[in-house]
Structure formats: C-alpha cells, structure tokens
C-alpha cells in the first residue's frame, strides 16, 4: 500500500504561481510512475504531468507545457509540481498518484493508476 498526501494548494491571481507536494509513504519503493491529475466542476479527472520514479522520463499536457514544471526528490519520497503563469482554466482539485504497476511509459489515464491523494483546490481568480 502507499499513501499519498498533497499540499500546497490556495488561491491566486491569474499570472500567479503556486507549487504543489505529494508525499508518499507506506510502500513508496513499489512506485514506477507518479503523476498529476486535476478535475474541474462538471468535468472529468485529467492529466496534467507524469515523472518515472526512478528514471527521468517526464510527460505534460498540451495546455500546461511551458507552465508547470514536475520534480521529485526520492529521498523524500515527495513529488512536486511547479505552476507558473497560472490562468482561471488552471482552477481545480489537483490529485497526485502513483502507479505500481510496471510501466516503462507515462500513463495519462486515471485508471492506470492505483492509489490517489486527497486532492487540493487550486484556485485562479481573472
């Protein structure tokens, strides 16, 4: 099992930045990819960015490249996200979450990964 616990979250002003955590624990060894999710009101759950847990291979959303930045720290067990220029269709509840499954890509479905945090509401006011 592996836990997952996000922080970071709040209000800001468009063109704003905020930066996103997520701390694992439990069984963060048995991690292969770790990503970045968000989900609007009445829409459904999608990806924003995903990292390989021991490699270097990084994915992005079309509609955040140039703009969040993903990085971990496996000492930590902490992955971050970095949110630069944010605009008011950046608003959302952002989950981060963990795949345990063998993968040597970066999954960009929900239901590719097994274990999520609780979510944080990230807030773009105009």
């Known amino acids: 099992q592996v836990q997952l616990v996000e922080s970071g979250g709040g209000l800001v002003q468009a063109g704003g930045s905020l930066r996103l955590s997520c701390a694992a624990s439990?069984?963060?060894?048995?991690?292969?990819?770790m990503g970045w999710f968000r989900q609007a009101p009445g829409k459904e759950r999608e990806f924003v960015t995903g990292?390989?847990?021991?490699?270097?291979?990084?994915s992005h959303a079309d509609s955040v490249k140039g703009r969040f930045t993903i990085t971990k720290d496996t000492a930590k067990n902490t992955m971050y996200l970095q949110m630069d220029s944010l605009k008011p269709e950046d608003t959302a509840v952002y989950y981060c979450a963990a795949r345990a499954d063998y993968s040597l890509s970066i999954r960009t479905s929900p239901n590719d990964y097994n274990y999520w945090g609780q979510g944080t509401q990230v807030t773009v006011s105009s």
């Open positions: 439990g069984r963060p060894f048995s991690i292969y990819i």
């Open positions: 990292i390989r847990w021991t490699g270097t291979n990084i």
